[in-house]
């Protein structure tokens, strides 16, 4: 899979992704530490990345845009250290595939995951 890390997301966990085997980019190698958030959804639409954050306003401006991104996985950890949020990403992302993504937001949290669909526009 293909991964565009957001800035609140420490670069380890790109380096970690990448070591588990997927393509991961941290936005701050991509010029883009300074980049809206909206920016930084519609780059990883370009480029076909599921998008992770841990900024909330990220599900609201997907809704907005509606179908046809590859996903987001939003964290909701309570303070985590960047070898926590790597722990649990380890755990999760077995569970999803390529297809479990498309149009989907995935929310982890200390205790469960959540996924929901973003619903196509008319």
Do not use: Q, Y
Not at 11 to 40: F, Y
Not at 82 to 106: K, M, Y
């Amino acid at each position: 899979m293909r991964f565009l890390v957001n800035m609140s997301v420490s670069p380890k966990v790109a380096a970690a992704l990448a070591e588990m085997g997927h393509e991961a980019t941290h936005c701050v190698d991509l010029g883009m530490g300074r980049a809206r958030d909206e920016e930084i959804l519609a780059r990883a639409r370009r480029d076909g990345a599921i998008a992770v954050t841990a900024d909330h306003d990220f599900p609201r401006i997907a809704f907005r845009v509606g179908e046809g991104f590859p996903g987001l996985l939003l964290l909701r950890l309570e303070g985590p250290t960047a070898a926590e949020t790597i722990r649990r990403i380890r755990e999760v992302l077995p569970g999803l595939d390529d297809r479990s993504w498309r149009n989907r937001i995935v929310v982890v949290e200390p205790a469960r995951v959540r996924v929901s669909e973003v619903p196509e526009r008319p």
